[in-house]
């Protein structure tokens, strides 16, 4: 075969490559594509958000049952590990419903603003 079949052989080919890869690409970013975790389920992910909201929920419940609440007393509740409280009780805070009383330690509670 002539050199120019080659090369024309080898151009359509570079050239489907490179339409593969932008349509692949393409469906990634596209704003019509919902943003979900990749291999997540949505209902796992509403799931997910309910519970934390249920969680969330319980915990203003506590405080409005007791003025000084531990980061113990969340878990024992809610039956979740500690590093979960603590961001509960973070989110929480940030929203001006509760305050953090002490630094670290078996010493610290919160207690409700």
């Known amino acids: ?20 890869a932008l349509l692949s ?3 990634k970013n596209d704003p019509s ?3 979900a975790s990749p291999g997540l389920p949505d209902d796992l992910i509403s799931h997910q958000a309910r519970e934390k909201a249920e969680n969330l929920g319980k915990i203003k419940g506590l405080f409005a049952r007791q003025t000084k609440v531990a980061n113990d007393d969340v878990q024992t509740l809610l039956g979740i590990s500690d590093a979960t409280v603590t961001r509960y009780l ?3 805070e940030k929203q001006g419903i509760i305050r953090q009383v002490g ?4 010493h610290v509670y919160y207690e409700k603003i």
């Not at 075969?1 to 593969?20: D, E, K, R, T």
């Not at 630094?103 to 078996?106: A, H, I, L, R």
């Open 1 to 20: 075969m002539h050199w120019w079949v080659w090369f024309i052989l080898g151009f359509v080919v570079a050239l489907g490559v490179v339409a593969w």
């Open 25 to 27: 690409v393409r469906g």
């Open 33 to 35: 594509t919902p943003k």
């Open 90 to 92: 973070d989110e929480l």
């Open 103 to 106: 630094q670290t330690g078996k």
